[in-house]
Nanobody, 129 residues
């Protein structure tokens, strides 16, 4: 049974850090592009960061460049999102999602959340003092 489970969210003060995890079961992430998406109330869903497990290419939204880092641990079948220098505007539900790998650039894929096949249930990140 395929499952994506996010963890690591919580309440953090501005300037703080969190590391989100996306643990996959029922699939091998080597064959997928993995994305982190977020959605806050009243805002559209945003592709935060994506990584191709085939070639390691990554993409970051302009709003998080220099602050967030996506990484993978193939042995653990897990993808991480390290979030530093968090801002109140980072507050959202964060979800991971996957789609089968293709030759399409990860930059393009990350801007098309509708093509991702499987989604986790999400983890809440709240940045507030």
């Amino acid at each position: 049974q395929l499952q994506l489970v996010e963890s690591g969210g919580g309440l953090v003060q501005p300037g703080g850090s969190l590391r989100l995890s996306c643990a996959a079961s029922g699939l091998t992430l080597d064959y997928y592009v993995i994305g982190w998406f977020r959605q806050a109330p009243g805002k559209e869903r945003e592709g935060v960061s994506c990584i191709s497990s085939r070639n390691g290419n990554t993409h970051y939204a302009d709003s998080v460049k220099g602050r967030f880092t996506i990484s993978r641990d193939n042995a653990k079948n897990t993808v991480y999102l390290q979030m530093n220098s968090l801002k109140p505007e980072d507050t959202a539900v964060y979800r991971c999602a996957v789609k089968p790998w293709t030759a399409t650039t990860v930059q393009a894929i990350c801007k098309m959340p509708g093509i991702f096949t499987y989604w986790g249930q999400g983890t809440q990140v709240t940045v507030s003092s």
